[in-house]
């Protein structure tokens, strides 16, 4: 037997098997998927309806509990294995309760909207990131962007170039002269000016991006476990450093990306292991490489070792991990404009965490 999105957001046993509060049912679900793996996209797509959903109505009951200490207020209670009426229907472990009338509507509606994240509400005016553009930096400078900033600078070349948050990028001394060099640490958006006789050259560790006028993006932070270069118009070259030269690995066509795994999970050098994947894409009009330039935070089943540097950067606070396990939990999300608290709260109803707050600091922990 199969199920759809609908009856699925109003299953008792499918809504704790969400939020993580039954092993017994969490082992039901696994089993379910294993029998029928072309269900895997139906159950992921009503896990982020439940969850979603049940963010929104605990935050929404803590607004009205702010001012009213009623029970009245409570609009979503988790199951906490309540005495079966023996009145309602079950089918096959699933019972339908009536209390359960209320979330299928509201689940209808957010169904028929077709934009749903993990965490969706309606937008009030919270700032975005900080954005500074500076125009036309000399030969020989260096441009930081700080934690917590965008940062837009406009080269000799006319070279347009974002930096995200935490980056820096050095431009040779000879630049617009001899070559149109440039160092990155960070990540950074380019769209380069055409200029045939002088190649616009990128250097990250470990490999170098050439481009003659295009427009791509390269991710080279030094604390990451990836790099990356994303082609998003034109065509790039990517030079691997071999010795004292330096070899052409790939021309990467539009759409592509050019990974490069710098560490593993616990941050030690690895060996190298470059390769060339086809960007990935939230919608039509998105691609995830590049959501940062518009505030956007997209998380696709990354463990929370990584959102953490992403966090971090975006936020300018200092995230600290106390658990090995939490670490490893692996989240998918959108979030934009969000605040940090709003950001983590979201997170932990997928996978549960603590966390405190001291400052600029943050400690997660089991």
């Not at 009338?101 to 900080?130: D, E, K």
């Not at 608290?341 to 943050?362: R, T, W």
Request: glycine residues 4%; charged residues 25%.
């Amino acid at each position: 037997m199969t199920y759809t999105v609908e009856e699925l957001v109003i299953n008792d046993s499918f809504i704790a098997y969400c939020t993580g509060q039954d092993p017994e049912q969490a082992a039901f679900w696994n089993d379910y998927l294993s029998r029928h793996p072309e269900a895997l996209l139906t159950l992921e797509e009503a896990r982020k309806l439940v969850l979603g959903l049940k963010f929104m109505l605990q935050k929404k009951q803590n607004e009205l509990s702010a001012n009213d200490d009623s029970s009245a207020h409570a609009l979503y209670v988790v199951p906490d294995q309540p005495a079966p009426d023996p009145k309602e229907k079950t089918i096959a472990g699933r019972s339908y309760r009536k209390r359960r009338i209320a979330i299928a509507a509201a689940v209808t509606l957010l169904l028929g909207s077709g934009a749903f994240y993990l965490y969706n509400r309606p937008q009030r005016p919270v700032p975005p990131v900080a954005s500074v553009t500076t125009t036309a930096p000399h030969s020989g400078d260096a441009v930081l962007s700080r934690q917590g900033e965008l940062r837009t600078i406009v080269l000799p070349d006319s070279t347009k170039v974002t930096l995200n948050a935490g980056s820096r990028l050095q431009i040779s001394e000879t630049f617009g002269v001899k070559d149109r060099n440039v160092f990155l640490t960070g990540e950074a958006l380019f769209n380069v000016a055409h200029n045939k006789l002088l190649p616009f050259i990128v250097h990250v560790a470990k490999y170098k991006i050439k481009a003659v006028g295009t427009k791509f993006n390269v991710k080279a932070y030094s604390n990451d476990r990836f790099s990356e270069t994303s082609l998003l118009e034109g065509k790039v070259q990517i030079l691997l450093t071999r010795g004292n030269s330096d070899m052409i690995y790939k021309t990467l066509e539009v759409n592509q990306k050019f990974v490069l795994n710098t560490s593993d999970s616990t941050g030690r050098s690895i060996r190298e292991k470059p390769e060339v994947i086809p960007l990935s894409y939230h919608d039509a009009d998105q691609n995830i490489e590049t959501a940062w330039v518009d505030d956007l935070l997209i998380f696709e089943n990354q463990p929370l070792s990584e959102i953490r540097n992403i966090l971090e950067r975006k936020y300018n606070v200092t995230i600290t991990i106390a658990s090995d396990n939490v670490a490893h939990y692996p989240y998918t999300g959108t979030f934009q404009h969000e605040e940090i608290d709003e950001v983590l709260k979201a997170l932990q109803l997928s996978y549960p965490f603590l966390y405190k707050k001291e400052g600029n600091h943050i400690t997660l922990y089991k």
